[in-house]
Structures are given as C-alpha cells and as structure tokens.
C-alpha cells in the first residue's frame, strides 16, 4: 500500500510517501493518472492490471470500496496470467461531490487480503454552473490615461472553465434595449467563480446614458454560454440583476516592494507606493501595526483637475500630475525606531470631511532586517561525513517566522566541476519551490547533470522580499553509485523529535545493497530492543542508493516511548551499520 501523509517534521508541513509490505500493484488505466478525475456521470467503468508480486501466486479477484463505506466489493479475474490480469468493470458513484475508490486485490495465497493497494480521487458534478444570488456589479473607473472604462463582476456558484461572451447581453428592463457583451475583455479575478469584463468605448456611451437615467440593467445569459470544469453547460436563459457602484476616490493603490528593510545600506530602505485620486476630496494614508494601531499618518486635500501639486509633511506624500500620488516611509528625518515585523499601508478617502469615509484600502508589508536562514538542507553537508550520488536531489528548507519577517523569494546554488551536455567548472542554478515537499529543490537527475567524484562544493544563495542575503558554502563527498558496499552515511532528521506531537523521524542511510533483506532495530539506553521492522529481500529495490526510513517513535506494542537516548541500527543480509543515537523528548 502506497500512502501519501502529510507529516509535520522541524515546523514544515511535506508529503511522504510511505511504502510497506505489498502483495500485489494495482495501475489504473492512463486516463485515470491524472487526478482528480473529473466526471459528470452517475456510473464510472474502471479499468487497469492488478498484478500479484509472489510468482508462486494466483489472483482471483480485484476489490473496490468507496471511502465512506466499510466492506469491500469483489470482482472476479479471469483470463491472463496467474500473476497479472487485466480487470474492468462498472461502479456507480456514491455522491456528488469529492469521493475516493479504493481499490485492492485476493489470491490463492491472500483470501483475506483488505490493504488498500491504490486509490482514485474523483470530482463528480452533475449540474451546469448557474448565476450567484447576489447581483452582477457594474462599476465606473478611470485608468492612468485618464481613459473612462466599466467593469461589470458576475458571480457564479462554481468555478467556470469556459465562457462564450456572444451569448452574454445586459438588458434595460426601462426600455428593453440589449446590449451585446461580445467585445468585452476578460481581466483576472480574485477567483474562478468570479468573471471581471472590461469594457470600453463601444459600451461606454450606452451604460452612461442607461446609469444617468436610472435605468434597471439585467444580466442575461443565452443557454450555452458559461461551462463547469466536467464540461455542463446551462442549458436555460440566466438572468440576474445589476447593481451599479460609482467609482472610488483612490484606486491603483499599488506597492514599489512587499518588504523594506531599513538597515542604512542605501538599499530598500524605505517603503514607495503609488495611487491615484479620480475625484477632488480629502486622503488620508496610514503605517498601522500587526495590532491595527497607527505609528504614522499624514493627509492633505486632493485636486486632480486643478494644475497644483503639494508636498505634504516631509515629503512623505506628494502629488503629480493627472491625480498621481507618490508616498514614502519612512520620511528621511524620521528619529523613530521602526521594529521588525509585519505592517499595514492603509489609504482612506472622503469627498468632504462630513461625508465620512468612501474608500478604506489596505495593502499588508514586512519591516525586516534579518537575512533568511535555512532549516533544514538534505542531503545533510559534511565532507567525509555523508555521501552523496553524483546525481542527487537536494531540498531546501527555509526558516521564516511569517508574523515578523518577509518570505524567501529565490533560492541559488553555484556547483563546481558538473556535467550537463558539456563540462562546467561552476555551474549557477536556481532551485525551485515544491509545494508538496514544503521547500526548494533541485534535482540533478531530471536536470540531466552529474557531479564529478571528490570532495565538491555547494555555495547557496537565499534571498527574502526585503532584499536580505545570506550566502552558504556547502561540502559534500560524491561517490560513484557502486563504490559503497557497505550501509554508511547513518543520520536521521529531526533530532530530536516529538512523538507526542506527531512527529516522525527519517533515517536516512547509503547503500549499493540490493536484494539483501533489511532489518531496522532501535535500542533504548540499557540494549533493549524497543522497536523492529524488517523489509524483505522481493523490496530492497531503489533507484537511488539513498535509502529513508521512519520511525513515530513507538515501541513493539505501538506505545510512545518515554523520553531519552535511543539507538539506532540497520542491518542489510549480514552487513551492519554503526550506532545511531536518536533523542526522543516528549512534551
């Protein structure tokens, strides 16, 4: 059985693939690889091979429970060879909505078998996408050109894949005009049950005469012109009213950097941003801490139809031509100690101080000085200490504290003596973030590169959004895939590690030995043996010698073991590896 767990190791959320004793691989066909499955029917045919991993064995029948039920189901094999049969067969699917088929196999020699050998996520929908409840918002704007566009925001019940805007239509239930939307221009939207059209002059002239009147407008939408992610498409006319908003004073609030970090360097030491003001008022910009209470704030009073342009309160707040507005922070003569952490621009707007506020927009930034550090870095470095392949996979974990420092923006390595399709002294190379493994990678395998063998240097980059540096220089041994007979480079991570908390610890080892049996003991401090795990010789197949194993921290009886020293041991057909001491704090 092959299980992905999201495990919580050193503060990092990734997956493992866990992979213990299996009797048989189940492949589903190549149409179901990609997941999830999306489909719009009530009845699913599965088909793929079910291959038994014993030659001595023979498959009977192929299993399948859905994940809210508890018995499984059987179909019988038949045809192929005893230890690979090809199955299909049809199941109807539970609910609308997420569901998992798991699937599994008996045989002669496994009558009982229940492990969930392979699994299929699905998405299944059976209804077109409709229109929200809430109205169709058309709104007025004026861009850095001084040009007047409209914007009408369509919400949907679920995310949209395709749209056809020949069939979209505002109507005017005044008069009952129609006003075709087919020269309209999608712009991104905060997701994808949101659809944002802009729309220009051909539009303009007639939804400023319809919002002048008053006129009630009415979205219409033709049958055939939005579709889901499984392929429904409406198939009746959609209507839902529009609500016009006038337009905001300041729009375009738009940040220089994400990040300061105001250290005296020259560089990045204060924060830029820019806005517009569309209408003559009152505007109001704010630094607020992560609690919401204000450390600096100016205002002035905002014209941008006249030809006077201010400079307010050390120049922290200027004005340009056509309504453009330049802030900065800190001003050059301001004394105040400004901490590390995270902060809030916050731009306000009014048209008379008595009208109140008609605009609130804040824009979130890190103050931070500290360069970004790393975690965690596997393979661990060590010249002489751990080997590594001449084509290995390295990740990168990064240590940041999200409520006081600015993320990490680019990870860099400069590799000596490396091959590609020539021969490079130093090699730059960027690593790239993986969300499922929670860090930065860079595989030197699916790069087609290879490092020489010999005592080799990694020098590292990281850099964060404020600009901040920290430069690693790495030393690893390289060793060619068939030099080490023996079980070496023995380390785990982390250690120490919390079991109480969930934590798992990977023991991670060398080898060339294969088709040998594995044997995984851990001792406590007096030589007992607490914990043991043997995998047979049938598994000790790896494309890397670069092996990982886990340990929850639980003894033979599936308790957590009490605080201390424990010691580890690998041993592979009658090779063994030294001692690893492994520390277990429970808190």
């Not at 949907?156 to 075709?180: D, G, M, Q, R």
């Not at 590169?449 to 540096?469: P, T």
């Amino acid at each position: 059985m092959k299980t992905n767990v999201l495990m919580l190791i050193a503060g990092f959320l990734f997956v493992v693939r866990l992979s213990p004793a299996q009797d048989f691989q189940i492949r589903l066909a190549d149409e179901f690889q990609v997941q999830p499955y999306l489909t719009g029917e009530k009845k699913i045919e599965i088909f793929g091979q079910v291959v038994a991993l014993s030659e001595d064995d023979s498959l009977t029948h192929i299993l399948y429970r859905w994940h809210a039920q508890k018995n499984w189901q059987a179909r019988k094999l038949e045809g192929g060879k005893p230890v690979k049969k090809e199955f299909r067969f049809e199941v109807n699917i539970p609910e609308e909505g997420w569901n998992i088929l798991y699937l599994s196999a008996r045989s002669k020699l496994r009558k009982n078998y229940k492990q969930v050998v392979d699994s299929l996520v699905l998405y299944t929908d059976y209804q077109a996408p409709t229109l929200a409840p809430t109205p169709a918002i058309l709104t007025r704007g004026i861009d850095s050109t001084q040009q007047v566009f409209w914007k009408l925001t369509i919400s949907f019940t679920e995310f949209l894949a395709h749209y056809n805007l020949e069939n979209f239509t505002i109507k005017n239930l005044v008069t009952s005009e129609k006003l075709p939307l087919s020269g309209a221009t999608p712009v991104p939207a905060a997701n994808n049950r949101l659809l944002v059209l802009r729309m220009g002059d051909k539009h303009g002239g007639i939804l400023e005469s319809w919002v002048e009147a008053g006129d009630s407008l009415q979205l219409e939408i033709e049958t055939g012109g939005v579709a889901d992610r499984v392929g429904n498409v409406n198939s009746s006319l959609l209507r839902r009213a529009i609500q016009f908003i006038e337009m905001q004073i300041v729009q375009e609030v738009h940040l220089a950097q994400g990040a300061i970090s105001p250290n005296g360097d020259g560089q990045n030491d204060r924060l830029e941003a820019s806005f517009f003001v569309r209408y003559p008022g009152y505007v109001w910009v704010q630094i607020l801490n992560a609690s919401g209470d204000v450390i600096y704030q100016t205002a002035t009073r905002v014209d941008p139809t006249d030809s006077l342009y201010t400079a307010v309160r050390d120049s922290s707040l200027i004005e340009q031509p056509n309504g453009k507005m330049q802030f900065y922070w800190p001003p050059e003569n301001y004394t105040k100690k400004i901490k590390d952490g995270k902060y809030y621009l916050a731009v306000a707007s009014q048209l008379t101080p008595e009208l109140g506020s008609s605009s609130f927009i804040l824009k979130p930034f890190y103050v931070d000085r500290k360069a970004p550090e790393i975690a965690r870095i596997s393979p661990v470095s060590g010249q002489k200490q751990h080997f590594i392949t001449p084509q290995p996979r390295f990740e990168i974990f990064t240590r940041v504290d999200t409520t006081r420092e600015s993320p990490v923006v680019r990870v860099e390595g400069i590799i000596e003596k490396v091959r590609g399709v020539e021969f490079y002294e130093t090699l730059r190379v960027q690593f790239v973030y993986d969300t499922l493994v929670g860090g930065y990678v860079f595989d030197f395998r699916k790069k087609g590169l290879r490092w020489r063998s010999g005592n080799r240097k990694l020098q590292l980059l990281l850099s964060d959004l404020a600009g901040n540096e920290r430069i690693y220089d790495l030393k690893y041994t390289v060793v060619a895939d068939t030099t080490v007979n023996d079980v070496a480079d023995l380390y785990n991570y982390p250690n120490p590690f919390n079991p109480r908390q969930g934590e798992v610890t990977a023991i991670s080892f060398y080898t060339n030995l294969d088709n040998e049996p594995l044997n995984l003991y851990i001792y406590n401090f007096t030589g007992q043996l607490v914990y043991f795990r043997k995998i047979p010789a049938s598994e000790m197949t790896f494309s890397s010698p670069r092996r990982l194993l886990l340990w929850n921290g639980r003894d033979l009886s599936g308790k957590i073991v009490p605080n201390g020293v424990y010691f580890c041991q690998i041993q592979i057909g009658q090779k063994k590896s030294k001692l690893l001491k492994i520390a277990v704090i429970n808190h």
